[in-house]
């Protein structure tokens, strides 16, 4: 991987180079000077940092990567085709002569017919960028890689630096940089400033007085440190975190659109999250597990209780929107697709794929076959019930539970064999005889002359899967026989069960599934012979889950008998599409899945018909099979089939009548044993299917396809590595492409998203976007290093953390210096913190911290939300969760598309759709309003206001608490004046409208009411 | 504080944080200081701003439209029952359609007979537009309005054509065509928000999201206004005397102004701290809005406001809501359908039941606007645009409803720069396809913004790493149907 891209870098240039001397020279990249002789560009000007930005921005749109849209068949984003000869003579770009190049002639042009960009494109070259293009080519017009694609590598550091450790080289970048600007930073931040910043950003709580109190007192010299690690450890980190990454991954626990429909379980997966998070697992393994998860072979398992993590991790996958009886599902599933890749590519990429669905980027070297490789390996997956909490113990207990069962068989045995000899008079034993002669095995597939025809798609009668997918444990490793389900209401064993695809194999609700391989339909219906209890049949048309009325209804089916029965699927309606068939045990209740522990299936067949069903063969069975031999083998467990049926025509006729009573305390205890693997929780994530490779969508439409299928592989740009694996849906090897240390962008997006997060903007400022039309680094060098350090130290998110918190940059007080104010008003450079208002999440949880109402227990369901008379529309959740969310923290509330909670979405809080790695800031009236007359606010600082009085206190003592607990410090002696004056003026108000009795706490009630709208609380400085 | 040393201080991000307060550039003026609040302003480099760094002033031509009044008929009104008369249906009443024409697949599939409109046709007006006996009042206004015949969608489905009509895309997050607007041009109330939905009783499939902001900022989304006492969300003082309130609001005031004392320059928190005076006055301006049963007692019965039908006098109240947000300088006002007995406008079944109780809850409201508008010269100034997500088809679903039908449907245009008493594009004698002048959803939208003043092309945002427009890559002004 990174072989193919040395090819493009220099040896001993670093891309970041020409950037680093026009600091040096206190060049300031804009606004640039106007002046003819332009004091200021720089002599060679730098293709990434100032080239490229006037190409991408004017040229590309015509002449970039797109073919599609490419005029007169030139391409200026590479050296090769930018300087070759022009379809009408002249070259765009001779290297070293600008005087010659076509390129500048046009962009410097006031002709219409020749000026570039054509006037129909409302764009004009500034003379700046005139003579920035002039001299680069003058200097030989070096195109590079883009910045990004470029892998990090540690940049050279002074030797005192090389132990000095990462937060020592952040403010010696940071510092080297403002040096540069000559620039004075501001001082450092008072500790009460500092530890409010380091607790809401690491925890997204307030810290409490006495920990403020605590550091205040604290004279050591890691006081500082001390209070860093004690946040890092707290299960609050992880709670903060989570939400950042569900900001990127469009967390949601209900699909939008007509009815608003549940994601079954999403919360298991935000549970994950703070787990992760907390235990600091390394960023490349939370990757892995978000790609291929499921795939793992040896999973990683939570710390407590040992379960499987691993296979919550594509649960993101699954919360994309869902539409309520699309017309057409091919489309859904294109939708759907698009929206996985849209965001995946951004979350661990920083890249766009999503643009390449209908044509080549425009501006990043993304071929619309990256998009359709991605696309294929998505299509590849399917989606499957992934249980929560497997352990490893688990497949011991299987295996136990098949030992019980050979054990009850065993007394049920020897019960027949005592029969047998009581019987033996009675029967003759004549030789087997042989079938009259073997029946031809009826063919696969076959057509009628009259039309009609049928598929058989599986018969496990034979002893084998025949092809399909068993997942999961519920349906084992092949179809069993001669096992059977405990009947407790029947006093006597009545049958055994002939061989077929079945849950009889250990025992009813064990998770799993029986798939069959992909297949088009070409039939009218699809017939599946099943017997069973809650349980289901589907067929799965283009990857679609959401089956149901008006038009889907038809293709699932309840197994609801006990005999075997045939269901029938009318799928006319889909010909031509791709689809598989799922024996699920369990069921869907308005898409939810879950799996009652009574659940079973058993499945003798799948045909495909049309015209009239085929009739399957009836298995015929050798007669005057000796019985004990056959009870012999059958508690051996080696019966063949003929043997099974002489069994079950003896328990038919009675002859044999094994009763369980005798068994009671083993089947007893076997069932139990079951339901120690039972497991109740799901989420909906991927399992593997057959590999499917995609065509290209021509111009991104369903319906027209390249002729050639894309094979799967990683993004262009990043991995041309052609032994991409092309086996399953290829997810595991995308996985470790992402992962690779050498893909130049997994570890700077993430520690870029880390600093993004700390400091309120990222080293790159558009956090999702490291292609061309995203930001440049304004450090470039500390991004790299960081990024190389992240991987070093084992993709450890919080040591990064860690050392970027501990920095003097992240100390800095708010208050900025006036010099650097207008030397860098847009504060680039880190001259000071920047104030930040505090995102929706943690002021509800601020409030809800400090009135003492938060209820810090973790995890679990979702607290329903809260439902105001202006939350409208279908889908609307029967119940109205409470006005306080009971007190739990903002993650814990339900985020449902189509209900989201008001407060959070005016305080900024994405809408799920795609990823949101910088939220807006914005300032709207609904803000304070909402601060101002929301109930849940007032009704919060009337509790406050009862703590406050519910201990004797003077009215200075009060206030300093209110002070202490919502800003982290003392009151001035002016704030208190001023406070005791509102109090004093309320009281007054009250006093004279006749209100003695309740004087005391509506004054506080007002006064903390008043604290929870003063900027002061709602933003961090 | 002058606002060329602020430009100075700001980023553009901080910049654009600015703008995004609410009330549009106007607002963002009045923060800076240097112009009073409700100085209308219809060009300055701030708007370019605002507008993400799209080319030229905005607007980038002189405006037709103030205002937009979009009437949403939620559901899908059947064109071959209201504005598109099919004599041919009558004539093939109960034959299979089948043998007419090539039968697309519908929602339901469960394809009926040809289906003859319940409903007489006549023509109206000095302009002779043929309507149906389903809206006898807005017959009485056609020579006002331009009928379009030949509109077509891209989904078949609700909630994805509610999200292509609204945002132009039919996927959900997407920012709603208010939003737009209100993104280019802000909103020349400071005391109101630009972009209202007014609520009469049923949200369309694909929810709330239909009048969101998506990736522009959350301060271009609609403000739903229900009917009643409490219109918008919080609005209210739960103090129960203003004393209280405004007591609190002025100590507020002072221990912020403190808070900047401290710091000094904090763009952030100055405007958080203006964004109160804002939602102070709100807490006024939008009863005062609500009240509208100071209007003549003639002005209330045109809209309807005396009707046996409750749903028709609650249409009315909205209707003439809308009117007085117009009057207040809102630019776009978006109603919703009220909730009468079936659902919506989607007559799957019992068409003629279900389309005449909507239309009854409809009709004489929207007439009233049209003629309270025009007798006010307002109409020469706002755009009112009435449509559905879709039609239906010209043949049964079952034997009495009408599917989904994507493929043609009607709907009309009144008031500033349209040409009135027109009727634009054509169908096929079933109504069942267009064949003269289709009309997209996109050329509905960038019509629209034409009238205002705005170029499709160059209302721009940049997100996902492009310049992203409500028209996507398409759209066409409706030349046809402009003066």
Redesign the interface.
């Known amino acids: 991987m990174a072989k193919a891209i040395k090819i493009f870098s220099w040896p001993y240039l670093r891309w970041w180079m020409p950037l680093v001397v026009l600091l040096a020279a206190g060049f300031v990249v804009k606004p640039w000077g106007r002046e003819k002789n332009f004091p200021g560009l720089p002599e060679t000007p730098d293709y990434n940092y100032h080239i490229r930005p006037i190409l991408s921005a004017n040229c590309y749109v015509c002449h970039g990567p797109d073919s599609s849209s490419r005029e007169a068949n030139l391409r200026l984003d590479n050296f090769a085709d930018a300087t070759a000869p022009l379809e009408d003579g002249g070259f765009a770009i001779v290297p070293g002569n600008a005087a010659r190049s076509e390129l500048l002639r046009r962009v410097s042009s006031h002709d219409p017919d020749l000026q570039m960009p054509p006037p129909k494109a409302?764009?004009v070259l500034s003379e700046t960028e005139i003579e920035l293009l002039r001299r680069w080519i003058d200097k030989g017009a070096e195109w590079k890689t883009h910045w990004s694609f470029i892998p990090p590598e540690k940049p050279r550091l002074p030797r005192k630096l090389k132990k000095a450790g990462a937060t020592a080289v952040v403010d010696y970048f940071i510092e080297k940089e403002l040096e540069n600007r000559g620039l004075t930073p501001s001082p450092e931040a008072d500790k009460n400033v500092q530890i409010r910043r380091l607790s809401y950003l690491l925890t997204g709580l307030p810290p409490t007085p006495e920990e403020v109190s605590a550091f205040l007192s604290d004279s050591s010299d890691n006081a500082y440190e001390k209070v860093v690690d004690r946040l890092l450890d707290s299960p609050h980190f992880g709670e903060r975190w989570a939400r950042h990454w569900m900001d990127l991954v469009r967390y949601a626990e209900s699909m939008?659109?007509?009815f608003?429909y549940n994601v079954g379980g999403a919360w298991h997966y935000r549970d994950y999250l703070i787990r992760a998070f907390n235990e600091d697992v390394p960023y490349n393994q939370l990757v892995v597990e978000h790609l291929a998860g499921d795939m793992l072979t040896s999973p990683r398992l939570s710390s407590a209780q040992g379960f499987n993590e691993s296979v919550i991790g594509t649960a993101f996958f699954y919360m994309g929107?869902g539409?309520?009886?699309?017309?057409s599902i091919k489309q859904e599933e294109a939708?759907r697709i698009d929206n996985m890749i849209?965001v995946t590519s951004?979350t661990f990429q920083g890249l766009?794929v999503?643009?390449a669905r209908c044509h080549d980027h425009?501006?990043?070297p993304i071929p619309t076959t990256d998009y359709y490789a991605m696309y294929g390996m998505l299509e590849s997956a399917r989606f499957t019930p992934q249980p929560i909490g497997q352990t490893a113990a688990d497949e011991e207990i299987l295996a136990m539970l098949d030992r019980q069962q050979t054990a009850i068989r065993q007394k049920l045995g020897e019960q027949m064999m005592e029969s047998l000899d009581k019987l033996k008079p009675l029967t003759p034993l004549l030789p087997p005889t042989p079938l009259p002669q073997t029946p031809t095995p009826k063919p696969k597939e076959q057509m009628s002359e009259e039309g009609n025809s049928y598929k058989i798609l599986g018969d496990f009668r034979k002893g084998d899967f025949d092809g399909w997918y068993s997942n999961g444990f519920a349906f084992g490793d092949k179809p069993v026989g001669g096992k059977f389900l405990p009947d407790t209401n029947s006093c006597c064993l009545t049958a055994v069960s002939p061989p077929s695809a079945s849950m009889r194999k250990y025992g009813p609700g064990i998770h799993g599934a029986l798939r069959s391989p992909n297949f088009t339909i070409n039939h009218d219906f699809i017939e599946v012979r099943a017997a069973g209890k809650n349980s289901i049949i589907r067929t799965v048309i283009d990857n679609f889950q959401l089956i149901q009325w008006?038009?889907y209804g038809d293709i699932s089916k309840t197994i609801e008998s006990e005999e075997m029965t045939n269901y029938r699927m009318d799928v006319a309606?889909w010909k031509g599409h791709k689809a598989y068939i799922e024996i699920l045990p369990g069921l869907f209740d308005r898409h939810t899945y879950s799996l009652p522990s009574d659940a079973w299936a058993e499945v003798e067949y799948a045909t495909a018909w049309t015209g009239t069903s085929p009739e399957m063969e009836v298995p015929r069975f050798l007669a005057n099979i000796d019985p004990a031999v056959a009870v012999r083998n059958w508690m051996a467990g080696t019966a063949t089939s003929d043997e099974l049926h002489r069994i079950n025509e003896l328990l038919k006729n009675k002859k044999i009548q094994p009763s369980f009573k005798s068994v009671k305390k083993e089947v007893e205890s076997w069932y139990k044993l079951t339901q120690k693997v039972y497991r109740p929780g799901y989420i909906i994530g991927f399992t593997e299917g057959d590999s499917v490779f995609s065509p290209v969508f021509i111009r991104g439409k369903v319906g027209q396809y390249s002729e050639f299928t894309v094979p799967h592989q990683f993004l262009y740009a990043i991995s041309k590595d052609e032994k991409f694996s092309q086996k399953g849906s290829g997810r595991m090897a995308w996985a470790a492409a992402v992962t690779d240390p050498s893909n130049p962008l997994t570890s700077r997006v993430m520690v870029n998203r880390i600093w993004h997060y700390l400091f309120g903007r990222g080293i790159v400022?558009t956090v999702d976007?490291f292609?061309l039309?995203?930001k440049l680094p304004t450090h470039p060098e500390l991004l790299d290093y960081l990024a190389v350090n992240f991987v070093e130290e084992g993709w450890s998110m919080k040591k990064t953390i860690r050392h970027l918190v501990l920095s003097q940059a992240f100390r800095r007080s708010?208050?900025?210096i006036s010099p650097n104010?207008?030397a860098d008003?847009?504060n680039l450079s880190w001259h000071h913190f920047p104030?930040?208002?505090l995102e929706a999440e943690a002021i509800r949880d601020g409030i809800l911290a400090i009135s003492g109402c938060l209820d810090s227990a973790m995890f679990g369901h979702s607290v329903p939300i809260h439902l105001?008379?202006?939350?409208?529309?279908?889908?609307r959740p029967d119940v109205s969760g409470p006005l306080d969310g009971s007190g739990r923290r903002s993650i814990y509330l339900a985020i449902r598309?189509?209900?989201l909670s008001?407060m959070m979405?005016?305080f900024?809080m994405p809408?799920p759709?795609?990823t949101f790695g910088n939220r807006?800031?914005?300032?709207?009236?609904?803000?304070?309003?909402?601060l101002?007359?929301?109930?849940f606010v007032?009704e919060e600082a009337g509790y406050w206001a009862e703590k406050l009085l519910s201990t004797p206190a003077s009215q200075e003592a009060r206030i300093r608490s209110v002070y202490q607990q919502a800003f982290s410090r003392e009151p001035t002696e002016?704030?208190k004046l001023?406070a005791e004056n509102?109090l004093e003026?309320?009281a007054d108000?009250y006093r004279s409208?006749g209100r003695e009795a309740e004087v005391e706490r509506q004054v506080w009630s007002?006064y903390c009411?008043?604290i929870f709208?003063?900027?002061?609380f709602?933003?961090l400085? | 504080m002058k606002s060329h040393t602020c430009n100075?201080?700001?980023?553009r991000?901080?910049m654009l944080?600015?703008c995004?307060?609410?009330?549009g550039s106007v607002a963002l003026l009045g923060l800076m200081g240097s112009i009073p609040f409700g100085t209308k302003l219809l060009a300055t480099t701030e708007k370019i701003a605002a507008a993400g760094g799209g080319?030229?002033l905005i607007p980038h031509f002189p405006a037709k439209a103030r205002s937009i009044i979009f009437l949403y008929m939620d559901g899908g009104i059947s064109q071959v029952d209201s504005f598109d008369p099919k004599p041919r249906l009558a004539k093939e009443n109960g034959q299979n359609p089948y043998e007419k024409f090539e039968v697309q697949?519908?929602?339901?599939?469960n394809i009926g007979k040809i289906l003859k409109s319940p409903w007489d046709f006549r023509q109206y007006g000095d302009s002779g537009i043929w309507v149906s006996d389903l809206f006898p009042h807005i017959a009485t206004c056609v020579d006002d309005i331009a009928v379009i015949r030949s509109m077509v969608s891209d989904f078949?489905?609700?909630?994805?054509a509610n999200y292509f009509l609204h945002t132009g895309i039919g996927?959900?997050?997407r920012p709603s065509m208010g939003a737009w607007i209100n993104y280019g041009l802000g909103s020349e109330n400071e005391d109101l928000?630009g972009y209202v939905v007014l609520?009469g009783g049923l949200?369309?499939?694909?929810?709330?999201?239909n009048f969101?902001s998506?990736?522009l900022?959350?301060?271009f989304q609609a403000?739903?206004f229900?009917s009643g006492e409490m219109p918008?969300?919080?609005?209210?003082?739960?103090e129960n005397?203003s004393?209280?309130?405004d007591?609190?609001?002025r100590?507020?005031q002072?221990?912020?102004q403190?808070?900047l004392g401290k710091?000094?320059?904090?763009d952030?928190?100055e405007?958080?701290?203006s964004?109160?005076e804002?939602?102070?006055r709100?807490?006024a301006s939008v009863p005062e809005l609500a009240a509208i049963a100071g209007e003549t007692r003639a002005t209330q019965n045109l809209y309807g406001l005396f009707s046996d039908d409750p749903n028709t006098r609650s249409y009315g109240a909205q209707c003439l809501l809308a009117r007085r947000l117009v009057e207040r300088g809102v630019r776009f006002i978006e109603l919703t359908c009220p909730r009468v007995k079936a659902d919506r406008w989607d007559q799957h079944q019992g068409l003629k039941e279900g389309h005449e109780l909507n239309a009854h809850a409809v009709d004489q409201p929207i007439a009233g606007l049209l003629k309270d508008l025009k007798s006010r010269g307002l109409l020469e100034e706002t755009l009112v645009v009435f449509a559905c997500e879709f039609g239906r088809t010209p043949f049964a679903q079952g034997t009495d409803g009408r599917d989904h039908n994507p493929s043609a449907f009607s709907i009309w245009l009144a008031g500033a720069g349209i040409k009135a008493g027109t009727v634009y594009g054509m169908t096929d004698e079933y109504g069942y396809n267009v064949v003269e002048n289709k009309t997209t959803i996109h050329d509905l939208h960038a019509t629209m913004l034409h009238l205002l003043g705005v170029d499709h092309e160059?209302l721009t945002y940049?997100f996902?790493?492009?310049d992203i427009r409500l028209t996507d890559v398409h759209g066409q002004v409706i030349k046809g149907i402009l003066t």
Do not use: W
């Open positions: 409302k764009k939008g659109h007509e608003d929107e539409k309520h009886s699309p017309v939708d849209d951004k766009t999503g643009c425009k501006f990043d008006p038009i309606m400022e976007n292609g039309q995203g708010s208050e900025v104010e207008n008003p847009e104030v930040r208002r105001t008379p202006f939350m409208t529309g279908r889908g598309r189509n209900f008001p979405l005016v900024d809408m759709f795609s807006n800031v914005t300032n709207v009236p609904a803000q304070s309003l909402t101002m007359n929301d109930p007032q002016e704030e001023q509102f003026k309320q108000y409208k007002d009411h008043t709208n003063l900027k002061e709602i933003h400085l | 100075h201080r700001m980023s991000r901080e944080t600015l995004r307060n609410g009330f080319t030229g697949a519908t929602q339901f599939n078949p489905e609700h909630t994805n996927i959900q997050g928000p609520d949200t369309p499939p694909g929810g709330l999201d969101k998506g990736f900022p959350a301060s403000s739903i229900n918008l969300a919080n609005i209210r003082p739960l005397e004393a209280i309130q007591q609190k609001l100590f507020m002072q221990m912020d403190r808070l710091i000094g320059h904090a952030q928190i405007s958080a701290i964004n109160y804002l939602a102070y709100m807490q160059r940049h996902s790493g492009r």
